[in-house]
T-cell receptor, first 111, second 108 residues
Framework: NAGVTQTPKFRILKIGQSMTLQCAQDMNHNYMYWYRQDPGMGLKLIYYSVGAGITDKGEVPNGYNVSRSTTEDFPLRLELAAPSQTSVYFC??????????FGPGTRLTVT | GQQLNQSPQSMFIQEGEDVSMNCTSSSIFNTWLWYKQDPGEGPVLLIALYKAGELTSNGRLTAQFGITRKDSFLNISASIPSDVGIYFCAGQLGKLSFGAGTTVTVRA
């Protein structure tokens, strides 16, 4: 099992550009999550999904969108990137227990 | 999400020392999780706790779910250089809320 994979690993965007961060898991987990991590801070939940076709907002959803067309994939879309979206983005998944498993992260800089 | 207070914010360890960190909250949680994050990597789950009072070990790591369900601690015994990193607590009540992390560095 690869677990949770994320692409790309690094990305630099100009202000106003858009991009999609990819996340995939091969553990057949229903629950998937997107977090952002800013320096010296814990993880803040952006969006989550409890299964294919079902998504909901977390603490900090503004400026982001998600979709969940399959169990495996949970892409995060940034429209009109802003410097405040410079962060490290982590995708996570969990099965029926409460243990979330994280991907390696995407480091995004918006300049 | 709920506010978690994790302390200390940072600590220096000497090889062989036992170290301890904790998390407290004003809210109760059903589950406590402890993660470690190495530089440039995602958090890795160390220990999961599901019942108040539960004490669980994973090698040199021991964690406890506080009786009040509002706190948890993590102990590392006989620390080694590869213990450096950032340790996060997380409490689950519906969604998962994370502490800000404890940065562990080796004392030169």
């Amino acid at each position: 099992n690869a677990g949770v994979t994320q692409t790309p690993k690094f990305r630099i965007l100009k202000i106003g550009q858009s991009m999609t961060l990819q996340c995939a898991q091969d553990m057949n987990h229903n629950y998937m999550y997107w977090y952002r991590q800013d320096p010296g801070m814990g993880l803040k939940l952006i969006y989550y999904s409890v299964g294919a076709g079902i998504t909901d907002k977390g603490e900090v959803p503004n400026g982001y969108n998600v979709s969940r067309s399959t169990t495996e994939d949970f892409p995060l879309r940034l429209e009109l990137a802003a410097p405040s979206q410079t962060s490290v983005y982590f995708c996570a998944s969990r099965g029926r227990d409460y243990e979330q498993y994280f991907g390696p992260g995407t480091r995004l800089t918006v300049t | 999400g709920q506010q978690l207070n994790q302390s200390p914010q940072s600590m220096f360890i000497q090889e062989g020392e036992d170290v301890s960190m904790n998390c407290t909250s004003s809210s109760i949680f059903n589950t406590w999780l402890w993660y470690k994050q190495d530089p440039g990597e995602g958090p890795v789950l160390l220990i999961a706790l599901y019942k108040a009072g539960e004490l669980t070990s994973n090698g040199r790591l021991t964690a406890q779910f506080g009786i009040t369900r509002k706190d948890s601690f993590l102990n590392i015994s006989a620390s080694i250089p590869s213990d450096v990193g950032i340790y996060f607590c997380a409490g689950q009540l519906g969604k998962l809320s994370f502490g800000a992390g404890t940065t562990v560095t080796v004392r030169a």
